[in-house]
């Protein structure tokens, strides 16, 4: 059941079809989001971990603010082991999409935790024609996928299922082994219907994690080289869910529900021997939980002074039961627990947003959300750090439409949202790790955002939208999943523009052509980075990269992307794609800047008449040989000569326990891909 058509209410605002989706060439499931104008999603790890997504100046982490449903199903996990709003689409079947609806910014009533940069609801397909695919490719990868739908009653019942492995260039293969299957019945439309879906999906594999860069140009490891080769992981999920809406003369109502069950082990070596010189630094992440919620709304029709008007009332709900470990291993074996913890975390919204039509070129949309949060954290090793909190944060949101003149319409944006923070960091008072005092998290952090801009059809066949942004985030404390306790944060400001282009000149052509610009910085002073950088004097290698300053870690300054598409439904067919990931800073000093990546993709394919394709895709064409991601922090290796200072034989360190916790300071990266080619033979019956 694809989501009902609605009215757009700003410049970014957007809607694509599952066919426009899968028109492109991609590698990874999560990259069928990169149809979301100026939004770049990497991987830094093995492919069976969540991606990593870049959006208006944010690095957003595996997730952070921007939202992700499938199936009005959040992806989005609140006080997971890895990361806040840790959103892994690796269960996603890309042929199974619908359409994808796209926003942008906090100012919409409807949407609540993590949309505050933006939100990406993907719609299911409720029918198709059976079909088969095999795929074979470049580094073994390999994919079945077979999906069919019949006739039930007065329905129709889908049947999906895929199975794929996957090795990569790297010294140490992924060795992914992944299964997925979706079964879904549904009746009538998504005005006039339900459906009820089920999913289930499997994975483990090798990660070959972000390497040093002194180490590659020493000849110390390879580009394709993993410094611990049991890295890796496992997840699975299992799902349910289901949706009702019925529409009449006077409104229209809707509401779905969600049961989903999952977990998650990852064990992770990003520092190598900072903190255990005999059995490096890797440490084991474990989630799994328990979650669901229910949500219903209420569209009223109805006139205010003889215009029309639409007023939606709505409520939406969620509660994670969730179970988390932190533990120190060697070669995936448990080696010392750091934290264990118990969590039960529940949240409660309503909102309102009213419509009215003031004239056919003026229309406005007033709403307001208001969200409670409670939440319960059970610490097994430190019950210091165990306790409950609970939050209240109300969010209005406005927007006005004018137009459209001569197929030009103008927008104006403005509201308040917020994220979640982890709860473990919410009740937290002490380190796990050493008893230092430390300070909580708030619960419920505030945005505020604005936009302005315009799109227009004025070009014949040719669609674009211009959008002038601003977003600040409010001070907080950050909980860090891979060390287990938090770090200050400060406020932040980013602004923008972003350009957008989709020109169809003939049925067999189109073009596409994104470009955004960011600025983004931090707000205030630092005194703590200060400090730390003042107690690194006379240590270079420790020094460089921490002193204090403004600029954000990983926030992209420039994001852009072009490509073509040429076919119909039958005989040849082409796309080519380039993506652009400008420089970041890396540290807020500006001292480490990642190098710039350009990916060109393509494919090359012919469908026959009886419903056979065969397809050809290749990437990173030119065989760029940058970077797919890069940080910039402290680590230790063996061969740096501040290990045998920090870890002398003797075993009286001759550097200061400030230069031996942050390490040599360093340029982190995962390397892109070399060019791959993946051959696709699909059949309809």
């Known amino acids: ?81 890895h990361g806040q709003g840790y959103a ?92 997925s299957g979706v079964m879904r019945y549904s009746q009538g439309t998504a005005e006039d219907g339900f459906s009820l879906t089920g999913m289930a999906y499997a994975n483990r594999w090798n990660s070959t994690d972000q390497i040093p860069s002194r180490a590659i140009a020493s000849g110390e490891i390879g580009l394709y080289g993993a410094f611990d080769p049991s890295d890796g992981g496992n997840s699975n999920r299992l799902s349910l869910s289901g949706h009702w809406a019925q529409t009449d003369d006077g409104g229209s109502s809707k509401a779905n529900f969600y049961v989903i069950k999952s977990s998650l082990n990852l064990w992770n070596n990003f520092t190598y021997f900072l903190t255990d010189p005999v059995n490096s630094d890797q440490f084991h992440q474990h989630d799994d939980r328990v979650l669901g919620g229910v949500n219903a709304s209420h569209t009223f029709k109805s006139r205010f002074a003889g215009l029309p008007m639409e007023t ?125 005092a430390l300070q ?66 003939l049925s067999w052509l189109s073009f596409e052509a994104d470009i955004a610009a960011t600025h983004a910085r931090f707000r205030g002073d630092d005194p703590d980075k200060a400090a730390l950088y003042a107690s690194l004097a006379g240590f270079p290698a420790a020094q460089i990269g921490n002193a ?39 540290t807020e000093d500006n001292a480490f800047v990642s190098p710039a990546t350009g990916l060109l993709n393509g494919r090359l394919g012919y469908r026959f008449d009886n419903g056979w394709r065969i397809q050809l895709d290749a990437f990173n064409l030119l065989n760029s040989h940058s970077n797919q991601i890069t940080y910039a922090y402290g680590s230790l290796l063996k061969s740096d000569s501040l290990f045998a200072m920090c870890f002398p034989s003797s075993g009286m360190p001759t550097a200061p326990a400030a230069v031996c916790q942050t390490g040599v300071m360093d340029w982190v990266l995962h390397p892109v891909e070399p060019l791959a080619i993946r051959l696709t033979v699909a059949g309809q019956f």
Not at 319 to 339: E, H
């Open 88 to 179: 892994d689409l690796n269960f996603l079947m890309p042929e199974l999409i619908s359409s994808v609806n796209i926003r942008k910014g906090p100012y919409f009533a409807d949407e609540g935790d993590f949309s505050s940069v933006g939100s990406v609801h993907i719609n299911l397909l409720d029918s198709i024609k059976s079909m088969a695919s095999i795929t074979v490719g470049s580094f073994g990868y390999r994919r079945g996928f077979g999906v069919t739908s019949t006739k039930i009653g007065e329905g129709t019942l889908l049947v999906a299922g895929e199975a794929a492995a996957y090795n990569g260039p790297w010294d140490n293969p992924d060795n992914l082994r992944k299964l």
């Open 312 to 436: 939606e009332i709505g409520v939406q709900s969620r509660y994670d039961d969730i179970r988390l470990d932190l533990n120190n291993s060697v070669q995936r074996q448990f080696l010392s627990p750091i934290r264990s913890d118990a969590v039960q975390e529940g949240s409660v919204g309503v909102f309102f947003q009213n419509t009215l039509h003031w004239t056919d070129w003026l229309r406005t949309n007033v709403g307001w959300r208001g969200d409670f949060y409670q939440t319960s954290v059970n610490s097994f090793f430190t019950p210091a750090n165990s306790g409950s909190a609970n939050a209240f944060i109300g969010s209005p949101k406005f927007n006005v439409v004018i137009g459209p003149f001569a197929k030009t319409a103008f927008f104006i944006n403005a509201g308040e949202g917020f994220h979640s923070n982890d709860a473990r960091g919410v009740t937290i008072t002490e380190s796990p790790t050493d008893g230092t």
């Open 440 to 505: 909580s998290s708030p619960l419920l952090v505030k945005t505020k955002g604005a936009e302005v801009g315009l799109r227009t059809k004025i070009i014949p066949k040719l669609e674009s939208s211009i959008s002038l942004f601003l977003l600040d985030s409010a001070s907080e404390i950050l909980f860090l999943g891979d060390a287990g306790d938090t770090a200050a944060s400060r406020p932040s400001r980013r602004y923008g523009i972003e350009w957008t282009n989709y020109y169809r000149p």
């Open 1 to 81: 059941m694809s989501a009902a058509a609605t009215p757009v209410m700003s410049s970014s605002e957007k809607k694509v079809s599952g066919a426009d989706v899968n028109a492109w060439p991609f590698s990874r499931p999560a990259e069928a989001l990169e149809v979301v104008p100026g939004l770049i999603i990497t991987q830094h790890s093995g492919d069976g971990k969540a991606n990593q997504y870049f959006l208006r100046g944010f690095n957003l982490d595996h997730g952070t603010d921007l939202g992700i449903w499938v199936d009005e199903m959040p992806v989005n996990m609140r006080t997971h082991a």
């Open 548 to 586: 204090p300053g403004n600029y954000i870690p990983g926030a992209p300054n420039v994001i852009a992307s072009v490509g073509i598409t040429l076919g119909e439904k039958t005989g040849w067919f082409s796309a080519l794609r380039y993506r652009y990931f400008g420089p970041r800073p890396l």
